[in-house]
């Protein structure tokens, strides 16, 4: 790796130089700025590249990738909702809270082997772990086409979540091994979209599998989990050849080139520690931090009314009186607006290196959207437009709450546990969402949804608040306090920015 020596002269630096003191700069009216050393010396991209042309490179060897990989696990997840409108309660014999119950039992383990799954994929390799699980939840979904009855569906959707507990987090945490806080949130939320994705091309394979109804004596329910199943197990396989791991691993880069991309990544987030294994002991230093407490309830309201959406937005939207077909077809146009609303909100994000009210903000309009459903009951075209206003604003807060948090967390091991701990304390949500909706009491639904997203944004301006108490103490102390590089990656270091611009060490 080349260092730059700094000029001897004042003037405009080369445009191939990364400044690595970049959020030591002045503070601005959205960021919250401190006393800091003097800056490090530029880090240099190597000459036969630009900065842009191999971010540009690790987006077309990561992203895509990450995005399929959720967009299916996102899919196999909640197509039960689309089978159900296929008659699936019917031929299983399922009553009461049966349903609900085969809905909560995924959410077992998936709230339990969160961290466990991101410890896992640190010490295995993203590439071998997230291809591995992806065939196993695939092959899982194809078995819930098989099943006979309720003990079946139980079965198969308690293995869904043992094997899709670790897509999210580990997607997640990979992402922000690769990128400066400054350019991640486009790609947290491009990824994160992968669930908007889902939901509007679940709706449109639904209603084409569904039409397959006793074809070769299979329901059509059955099809939606035979061929998206399947469909998964290939990629699954595919992707144990050609899935991308952490930096350290990327034969696809010159070693000049990884070396640029971790000094760049040093400069912005820290020392990652990644040659050491994480022990129970920076779990638990990990757990003692209470602002992770708040990323985890951050998360926690938003989860509700998210998976209330997904797994009954087909029989809500049933309910306004359309067919089978015309259910599916008319569940894709929120999810289709939800992701090109996320896009902007994310570049928009990245543009004023803001995070907390574009988290705010969208929350917002779901919470005008849940008020509508509450008080029109005769209006159609309103109460559909409703719908497309919660979806669009919790899908597109989810994704900054979880970059906001993430990028916060410097190192491997505070970003691994820190990342699965948010999103598994946050899926507890999923299985209060399950519930929301029993024996079609949508008024009660509502009321529960706008509670939890209510949580959500409380507890997202307890975090800004944290932040900034967190900033001012920390602007007060020596910033090293004699502490190695290494001792500082020992206790874990994290940036707690509101913005992207100022940064406090601690």
């Known amino acids: 790796m080349a260092i730059s020596?700094?000029?001897?002269?004042?003037?405009?630096?080369?445009?191939?130089?990364?400044?690595?003191?970049?959020?030591?700069?002045?503070s601005s009216s959205s960021s919250i700025g401190i006393t800091a050393p003097p800056p490090p010396a530029p880090v240099e991209c190597p000459p036969h590249t630009t900065p842009r042309r191999l971010t540009t490179r690790i987006d077309l060897h990561l992203v895509p990738f990450v995005i399929i990989l959720y967009l299916m696990a996102f899919l196999d997840r909640v197509n039960i909702a689309n089978a159900r409108a296929f008659g699936l309660e019917a031929d299983l014999g399922l009553s009461g809270t049966q349903f609900n119950t085969a809905l909560t039992i995924f959410f077992v383990p998936y709230i339990l082997f969160e961290i466990p799954s991101n410890i896992l994929l640190k010490k295995i390799?993203?590439?071998?772990?997230?291809?591995?699980?992806?065939?196993?939840?695939?092959?899982?979904?194809?078995?819930?086409?098989?099943?006979?009855?309720?003990?079946?569906?139980?079965?198969?959707?308690?293995?869904?979540?043992?094997?899709?507990c670790g897509m999210f987090p580990g997607c997640f945490y990979l992402l922000g091994m690769w990128y400066r806080r400054e350019e991640a949130q486009k790609r947290f939320s491009l990824f994160f979209s992968s669930t908007s994705l889902a939901g509007a091309f679940g709706g449109l394979l639904a209603s084409g599998l569904g039409s397959m109804d006793y074809m070769r004596g299979y329901r059509g329910w059955r099809w939606i989990f035979l061929v998206e199943g399947a469909a998964t197990v290939v990629i699954g396989a595919i992707f144990l050849f050609t899935f991308p791991g952490f930096v350290e691993e990327a034969k696809w880069l010159r070693d000049d080139e990884r070396d640029y991309i971790k000094a760049r990544l040093h400069a912005d987030q820290g020392h990652s520690a990644a040659e050491?294994?994480?022990?129970?002991k920076d779990v638990g230093k990990v757990m003692s931090d209470y602002k992770v407490w708040l990323g985890g309830f951050m998360y926690f309201g938003i989860i509700v009314p998210a998976y209330s959406y997904a797994y009954f937005s087909p029989t809500i939207v049933q309910s306004y009186g359309y067919d089978k077909i015309q259910t599916q077809l008319h569940s894709v146009p929120p999810w289709a607006v939800a992701f090109v609303f996320a896009m902007i909100i994310?570049?928009?994000?990245?543009?004023?290196?803001?995070?907390?009210?574009?988290?705010?903000?969208?929350i917002c309009i779901s919470i005008s959207g849940f008020a509508i459903l509450l008080n029109?009951?005769?209006?159609?075209?309103?109460?559909?437009?409703?719908?497309?206003?919660?979806?669009?604003?919790?899908?597109?807060?989810?994704?900054?709450?979880?970059?906001?948090?993430?990028?916060?967390?410097?190192?491997?091991?505070?970003?691994?546990?820190g990342s699965a701990w948010q999103i598994g304390f946050g899926n507890i949500g999923g299985i209060i969402a399950t519930y929301s909706f029993v024996g079609g009491d949508f008024h009660k639904g509502y009321i529960i949804c706008v509670s939890f997203i209510c949580l959500s944004a409380l507890s997202c301006i307890v975090y800004a608040v944290a932040i900034m108490a967190e900033n001012k103490k920390k602007a007060r102390q020596t910033l090293d306090e004699g502490m190695t590089e290494q001792e500082r990656a020992e206790l874990?270091?994290?940036?707690?920015?509101?913005?992207?611009?100022?940064?406090c060490v601690c």
């Open 5 to 26: 020596q700094p000029p001897a002269q004042p003037g405009p630096p080369p445009q191939d130089v990364e400044k690595a003191a970049h959020h030591h700069r002045g």
């Open 125 to 164: 390799s993203p590439r071998i772990w997230l291809s591995g699980c992806c065939i196993g939840f695939g092959f899982v979904t194809m078995m819930q086409g098989l099943v006979q009855n309720y003990a079946g569906i139980l079965v198969t959707r308690f293995l869904l979540g043992l094997f899709e």
């Open 276 to 280: 050491r294994s994480i022990t129970l």
């Open 346 to 362: 994310a570049t928009a994000s990245d543009w004023f290196k803001h995070r907390f009210l574009f988290t705010v903000g969208p």
């Open 376 to 417: 029109v009951h005769d209006n159609l075209p309103v109460q559909y437009a409703a719908l497309v206003l919660i979806c669009m604003g919790m899908y597109s807060a989810m994704p900054i709450q979880v970059c906001w948090f993430n990028m916060n967390l410097g190192g491997h091991h505070r970003r691994a546990v």
């Open 492 to 503: 874990g270091v994290s940036f707690f920015t509101i913005s992207t611009k100022g940064k």
